[in-house]
Structures are given as structure tokens and as C-alpha cells.
């Protein structure tokens, strides 16, 4: 019947992500403080602080893995740390010139009787 908006709290617990220069182990402790003051119980917050991981894959993997609590979450994570290169999806500048360099060879190739090509 009345609309209840999410309290400020709450919306500042599911938006804490781990940061690039923080520890696992100071992320998972600060999400836990704040966890505390909203309505959770203990079986969910594995999975919220899985979710405030940034890494897709590292994300995926603790999701396979089957961490269903916050201690076995801190020994699997305990080595690991976020990487600082992004993946763009596209090619490095090396590449990209290797293409354009052969790109340039097949325009300036010209086709002999024979089938070959011959570059200029």
C-alpha cells in the first residue's frame, strides 16, 4: 500500500565496490560494518560482496567456486588484487599498424597474367 523508498544506508551498501587500492580484506571489512546496519542476513552478504567486485571475471569465479560465506571469501581472495590496465576489447597500436601496413601493400599490389601479385 505506501511505497517505501530504500534508506540512504542501504543504497550506500549495495553501491560500495572494492577499490584498485584497497585489499580485499579492508573492502570485505568495510561492507561489513555497513552491512550491519541494514536489514541482511549473514547467508546474503557473501553474495553482495561478490557483487561490489569489479573484475567480471574474478567475479564469475568466486560466484563457480561456491563461496557461501564471508571467511572462506577472505581465504580464496586473500592474494589477490585488482589489475590496473583495462581491457579495451580492441587491438594494441602495434597491430593496428601491422594491419595497415599489409592493407597498403594489397592496394599497391598489381595483379600479373598469371595470377600473382606483384607489390610496387
Known amino acids: 500500500m505506501f511505497h517505501h523508498r530504500p534508506s ?7 553501491e560500495r565496490k572494492w577499490k584498485r587500492e584497497e585489499t580485499f580484506n579492508n ?3 568495510e561492507k ?13 552478504i557473501s553474495e553482495y560482496i561478490i557483487d561490489g567486485i569489479p573484475d567480471p571475471i574474478l567475479r564469475d569465479q568466486a560466484r563457480v567456486s ?8 577472505l581465504e ?3 592474494r589477490v588484487t585488482l589489475q590496473n590496465k583495462k581491457f579495451s576489447g580492441t587491438r ?9 601496413n599489409l592493407d597498403k601493400r594489397r592496394i599497391r599490389a598489381k595483379r600479373m ?5 606483384r607489390f610496387a
Not at 597474367?113 to 601479385?117: A, I, K, Q, T, V
Request: proline share 2%.
Open 32 to 44: 561489513v560494518i555497513l552491512g550491519n546496519r541494514v536489514p541482511i542476513d549473514d547467508d546474503e
Open 8 to 14: 540512504k544506508m542501504c543504497k550506500k551498501f549495495e
Open 113 to 117: 597474367d598469371n595470377g600473382r601479385y
Open 92 to 100: 594494441s597500436n602495434e597491430s593496428k599498424e601491422k594491419v595497415s
Open 27 to 29: 573492502y570485505v571489512h
Open 76 to 78: 580464496a581472495f586473500q
Open 66 to 73: 561456491g563461496h557461501k560465506t564471508k571467511t572462506s571469501l
